[in-house]
Nanobody, 126 residues
């Protein structure tokens, strides 16, 4: 089992940057595929980015490709989401999620993930 705590959200102007972090506690963090999802008011929770257990494979939603970058540090049990060139439509609660899986399969469906953080609010003003 793993517990996830996100941090780094806040208010930023359009075009700005934020770096979200997710700290994981529990055993065998390196055996988990990690993902970031987001949910805006009135919308379903949607996939943003994923990184494989080793960090070798990453996947992004088309809406954030080229602007966001996911990374992980297995020694520190952390996964990060660097968000650049932010847009008002990026405003949402951002969630870190974990799925115990090796390999490089893409898991864009939120139902694939077993563990979730409490979320951190990101607000981008125009």
């Amino acid at each position: 089992q793993v517990q996830l705590v996100e941090s780094g959200g806040g208010l930023v102007q359009a075009g700005g940057s934020l770096r979200l972090s997710c700290a994981a506690s529990g055993r065998a963090f390196s055996s988990y595929t990690m993902g970031w999802f987001r949910q805006a008011p009135g919308n379903e929770r949607e996939f943003v980015a994923q990184i494989s257990w080793s960090g070798d494979s990453t996947y992004y939603a088309n809406s954030v490709k080229g602007r966001f970058a996911i990374s992980r540090d297995n020694a520190k049990n952390t996964v990060n989401l660097q968000m650049n060139s932010l847009k008002p439509e990026d405003t949402a609660v951002y969630y870190c999620a974990a799925l115990q899986a090796y390999g490089s399969t893409w898991y864009p469906n939120r139902r694939s993930y077993d563990y979730w953080g409490q979320g951190t609010q990101v607000t981008v003003s125009s």
